[in-house]
């Protein structure tokens, strides 16, 4: 039986999942969750069911782009502060199963996206992650890093998604994360 490998996310996990599932095809059983993972109050609700009963042995993961997102009033959906107290919940949650664990950094926001998010907020958010993740000896897969001087060829303008190319290039990005953690 091939490893089990679960991937957690939002919108852009979603562009990205069908080509780790190819090309990991001959060495992986690659699923999702069902939904958007949203906000990382919507994963600490609901990991337990994307969990579910199954024995992973890799869990890529990442979420931050709907928690730093501005509401209206112009405050965060998910503050930092409670962005990070929610992954070290959850990242406790995934380690219980003893699944390999990958944090996925949250990709860049470019100037002008819709809703209002900041480019900057994502360095920040992603600095919260990353001292959590460290704490927790989880590796990280820098997608804000590989994607930024390419943005222009992998990023859809003044949007936070990717084209068709750009999330082919993010699937193979996390497809060699998750074959690494798979050998290790």
């Known amino acids: 039986m091939k490893p089990r490998v679960l991937i957690i996310g939002d919108s852009i996990s979603v562009g990205y999942t069908e080509p780790v599932k190819r090309l990991l095809a001959d060495v992986a059983d690659v699923e999702r969750i069902p939904v958007n993972g949203g906000p990382t109050t919507r994963g600490v609700e609901q990991l337990s069911e994307w969990l579910g009963e199954t024995q992973w042995d890799v869990?890529?993961?990442n979420f931050g782009l709907h928690d730093l997102k501005r509401m209206d009033d112009g405050r965060h959906q998910v503050l930092i502060e409670q962005y990070a107290l929610n992954l070290q919940r959850m990242v406790r949650r995934m380690q219980q199963t003893g699944a390999r664990l990958i944090w996925a950094s949250t990709t860049p926001v470019p100037?002008?996206?819709s809703p209002p998010r900041m480019p900057e907020d994502a360095i920040a958010y992603n600095e919260a992650a990353a001292a959590v993740m460290v704490e927790a000896g989880v590796p990280i897969n820098d997608l804000y890093s590989l994607c930024l001087p390419r943005?222009?060829?992998?990023?859809?303008?003044a949007n936070v998604h990717f084209s068709e190319h750009g999330s082919e290039?993010?699937?193979?990005?996390?497809?060699?994360?998750i074959g690494r953690q798979l050998q290790g």
Do not use: D, R
Request: without cysteine.
């Open 59 to 61: 869990i890529h993961f």
């Open 111 to 113: 100037e002008g996206s």
């Open 151 to 157: 943005l222009e060829e992998l990023q859809l303008p």
């Open 169 to 177: 290039v993010l699937g193979g990005w996390v497809a060699e994360a």
